[in-house]
């Protein structure tokens, strides 16, 4: 294992999945800096969440490799899963559990002591305003709530790198800013995020990096800025990735 500052906080090399005859993931390599905030993007079908799956341990790769701060996730799964923290878009939480029980939960799980998860428990629930919510099943939680227990989950160990896929889907605006100021403040004490999103305009202005990923290819990854060149982000995706049928009319759909 690397054990330098210069060592990335993720490092995928030739990753690739399959589906039947569908190439989801097609040797995709790349490197996220320790400290950035790094937008991942790409249209649906592009292979976004396969490849995070892959990177975090959920999804088995046909080939390649996922190294989190330099330690093979599938070689060593136990000890690479101890630095990172990850909100998978789709994958269902305890609903029987109350909210404050299924944090506390997640935190005995990577074998913290009893009295520190109860302390950080506590501590998430208020700064995401959960704290009146906290004994109530999450099964009775909105889509915001879900989203922001689900980030407790994934911060109590304090990992040093967070996945994060869709974070912000279905999550309402005064929830969202909530996210987002918790993710700031993780990222300039140090700790790494890798943020998948639809959402150009949120990745231009909360991220320092992005990828943009597409037919499960990395078309570009980079800076914000060495990305996005002389245009914005949006401009620049669509350039990369295509659109579909832009300024198209149906005739027939007219008032």
């Known amino acids: 294992m690397e054990d330098t500052a210069s060592t990335p906080a993720l490092r995928l090399s030739g990753l690739s999945k399959r589906f039947g005859n569908r190439v989801a993931v097609d040797q995709l390599s790349m490197e996220i800096p320790r400290g950035s905030f790094y937008g991942f993007v790409g249209p649906n079908g592009a292979g976004k969440t396969?490849?995070?799956?892959?990177?975090?341990g959920l999804l088995r790769p046909d080939a390649g490799r996922a190294e989190v701060a330099g330690i093979d996730v599938w070689q060593q799964p136990t000890e690479a899963k101890q630095h990172m923290g990850v909100l998978a878009d789709g994958v269902q939480l305890f609903q029987?559990?109350?909210?404050?029980?299924?944090v506390v939960y997640s935190g005995l799980l990577r074998g913290m002591d009893r009295d520190l998860v109860e302390e950080r428990t506590r501590d998430l629930l208020r700064v995401l305003g959960l704290s009146e919510a906290a004994g109530k099943l999450v099964q009775d939680y909105s889509a915001g709530m879900t989203k922001k227990v689900h980030l407790a989950t994934a911060m109590v160990h304090a990992p040093e790198l967070l996945v994060l896929d869709e974070p912000f889907e279905a999550v309402d605006p005064v929830s969202a800013r909530t996210i987002r100021g918790l993710l700031d403040n993780y990222v300039e004490s140090g700790g790494t995020v890798i943020l998948s999103s639809h959402v150009m305009d949120l990745v231009q202005r909360m991220c320092s990096h992005v990828g943009i990923i597409a037919a499960g290819q990395l078309l570009a990854t980079g800076t914000v800025d060495q990305v996005r060149g002389d245009s914005d982000l949006e401009t620049r995706f669509v350039e990369l990735v295509g659109a579909e049928a832009a300024g198209e009319e149906l005739q027939w759909l007219r008032v």
Do not use: C, D
């Open 50 to 56: 396969t490849t995070l799956s892959m990177a975090t």
């Open 96 to 102: 029987k559990l109350t909210g404050y029980q299924l």
